[in-house]
């Protein structure tokens, strides 16, 4: 007998667009969970987004590997009660819809639960479902504005906003939202009861920024002089590349400065510990740069490993597969979409044992499980056939 | 009788120190586990890290918060003795140590599995488990640099590689290990079988940028020409601060232009997707950029708002809690930790009704619960004095 998935056997509905509800059911159907990809006519708009192969967007098929998808019309009554149909024989249902919308289309939690009374329901927002802001559209960069990511990442003040330019708003919302609803489905086990849950990207974001990002925003209260803070190590320009070095343990430091022949460094009670060196970087590296420029990058990277000093060779989108640790530990694979051809792609995180999490599958076409699911669902290839014509499914 | 938080009754023993594990046990703290954080005699060198008052350091605060702490010397046979009766009665392990290192202190998977069959155990790495870099050390930016992070964020090439200025590796890990250990719960729930889990620093980093960031290395195989480019909107000045604002569909850019008096703009051929937007990205915001700094933050925001088009002010680490949204859903709560006096702090993730999450708890001071831990294991006062006297514990 084949060993079993952590999350087999349990159904996930997914109304969600964008990425951050897409992330979140990715991770539960890397596990094993079955999603189905609840889909508009009109589909995911990130179908269309970014880097497209062949019709297929790079970004959507990442964001939606390993599940299925049934294109249905919920503007249409049939619409919503294959819907619910679909709901009362699942576990999880999850959408991005702004407050208000869900219960209009037939999707509100207590609708929704009437059906499936242990049901876990996550509704993702952008801003929340209370206050000013809430009919207000939510992307990855107006939420970094508005939750400290882009003042932080700009050094403000005195810098200037900067993006993380990645979605990391919508997708540490992805993950959070992952844990919940696995969170509530572990205390369903336990409690037969279900939960509705509300998780916002501003609150996501503001939360996982929190510890090391706004740590400086933490302390109300006086008290002695604040400590040292948290060093943001440059990296470094060698004589082929770029280097990351970051010493925070003062046997990491006199490694470093042995290492590049600058002892004298080491010594000089400017730099006695990572508070003072951090004071002082500019200054630090001032001294240290034009060495570090000298040297070949992966000789230097080697030196440097010999005496302990953590650092990494820099490397670019283009050349991370061919790292040796990601080589090693297989990190990225090969799957093969078939309009988009082979595709790299992360292999699922953690390693398992007893058994290893499968290889993820190629996203699904618009619609294309649509046919699948309904006959799941106890519809006669006739029924199936009528709404088609209809126009309720695609 | 109170409800039940979602992990009530889980007990965690978490060995790990810096950022991934402990934010992972964090998570796992918010939603009623009972984690005991198991320190050597000379603590989680975190607590010493960044911004510190009265002693206590804000990320280390933030990233043990709602946890107990032992203080076990484990390079004492009396300590491995301690640390396996405390596995005995305890679901879940997590760790940081290095490849190894765990097996020779007596807290390698097979010996506490051992102990607690249905144990779910999880190492973390920086490097994975295999593969030349494991018994390199890793800090956050170092993997940065090794996962692709740094040059994605500096726009490599032809940028130079940058940071994300805080510690995105290590706490994507942390997110992912919470997901990761609450699914095998789930999943034990279920069969009554415990798991081995192997998360890295690497993988986690690599497949959380992956899904945006990495887009361009995705397709293997030709095809059409790729389309457009995911857009990274800049940030504008404003005649008073800092404005974000994100086009991506026609109408929000229409009515960007509308609200601007800029309609020719809307209708020039050169701007007529998002692709083309992003291609001239340069060309359309030097006209549109000298208009937004004409215009009062406050009221350029309310204006984009009415007519729909997505925006944020920009708010710094040290004014986000008196934003409008984050005040009108509670997201930052004030606590008290007894040396530090009132800290800042995000309410926990998430939304649940029937029963919210309570409020994090302060962060424990290094042994705070050591006798309280080992009166629970069922030592006497009197052993607990002699454990103490022999600097077993502290």
Chains 1, 2 share one sequence.
């Not at 037969?192 to 501003?202: A, N, P, Q, Y």
Request: glycine fraction near 10%; proline fraction near 7%; charge should be negative.
């Amino acid at each position: 007998m084949p060993p079993t998935a952590l999350l087999e056997g349990y159904r996930v509905v997914d109304l969600s667009v964008a990425a951050a509800g897409p992330l979140a059911t990715a991770v539960l159907a890397d596990q094993g969970a079955d999603v189905i990809k609840v889909e508009s006519p009109a589909g995911d708009f990130m179908r269309t987004i970014g880097t497209v192969r062949n019709g297929v967007s790079a970004v959507f098929a990442s964001l939606n590997r390993s599940k299925r998808s049934i294109c249905l019309d919920l503007k249409r009554p049939e619409g919503v009660d294959l819907l619910h149909r679909l709901v009362a024989g699942s576990d999880v249902v999850v959408h991005n819809l702004r407050p208000g919308v869900a219960e209009r289309l037939g999707a509100g939690y207590d609708e929704l639960r009437s059906l499936r009374p242990d049901l876990v329901y996550c509704a993702i927002t952008g801003w929340g479902e209370q206050g000013p802001s809430i009919q207000r559209p939510a992307y990855d960069s107006v939420v970094q504005a508005a939750s400290g990511w882009a003042a932080h990442q700009g050094g403000m003040p005195p810098g200037e906003p900067q993006f993380v330019r990645n979605a990391v708003c919508d997708k540490t919302t992805g993950l959070t939202v992952a844990q919940l609803v696995t969170a509530a489905l572990l205390a369903r086990e336990r409690t037969g009861e279900g939960r509705r849950i509300g998780v916002s990207m501003l609150h996501a974001g503001l939360a996982f920024l929190w510890p090391d990002g706004m740590q400086t925003a933490t302390f109300l209260d006086g008290g002695d002089d604040d400590g040292p803070r948290a060093t943001q190590p440059p990296v470094h320009r060698t004589a082929d590349g770029w280097i990351s070095i970051s010493v925070i343990l003062a046997a990491e430091f006199r490694a470093l400065c042995a290492t590049l022949g600058l002892d004298a460094l080491a010594d000089d009670p400017v730099f006695l510990d990572n508070g003072a060196r951090s004071r002082h970087a500019a200054r630090l590296w001032e001294t240290v740069d034009p060495v570090l420029a000298t040297w070949p990058t992966e000789q230097l990277s080697r030196a440097l490993d010999a005496v302990g000093v953590p650092n990494a060779v820099v490397r670019a989108p283009s050349t991370v597969h061919d790292d040796p640790q990601v080589v090693a530990n297989d990190l990225l694979v090969e799957i093969r979409d078939p309009a988009a051809g082979r595709m790299r792609v992360p292999r699922v995180v953690g390693d398992l044992s007893p058994e290893p999490f499968a290889l993820p599958r190629p996203a699904p076409a618009l619609g294309e499980h649509t046919d699948n699911v309904l006959a799941e669902l106890g519809l006669s290839m006739a029924e199936i056939a009528a709404l088609r014509e209809g126009g309720t499914v695609r």
